[in-house]
């Protein structure tokens, strides 16, 4: 999708009309193909965006993670990790951490 996912007015019709196809025909490969709607798939692509972000450019506040991943606010981004991972961006970014220190310190 050309990176479209980090335009955060991205939609169903603008996907749609880019893709030259109905609303109704991508509402349609979105529940028969992905078994999911349009909703959740462009947040489970966000976050996982975010979280490759997270951990490429750990400086990165979860401001700027959240308006380079197309997440309309930052409440969004924390909504969508809580629900996804149980966890806030910043919990989520330190387990990370620490598994990697702790996988360091395996391997020594």
Known sequence: MDLGYKDCNVNMLTLSHKLCISKSELSLFFDQ????????????????????????????????????????????????????EGCSPTEWRDSQHT??????SNEA
Request: one cysteine or more; aromatic letters at 12%; glycine letters at 2%.
């Open 33 to 84: 193909c992905l078994h999911s709607n349009f909703r959740i798939w462009l947040s489970e692509i966000r976050l996982n965006a975010a979280k490759k972000m997270m951990l490429k450019y750990p400086d990165y506040s979860n401001d700027i993670i959240s308006a380079e991943c197309g997440f309309s606010c930052r409440t969004h981004l924390y909504r969508i990790f809580k629900t996804k």
């Open 99 to 104: 598994d990697a220190a702790q996988n360091d």
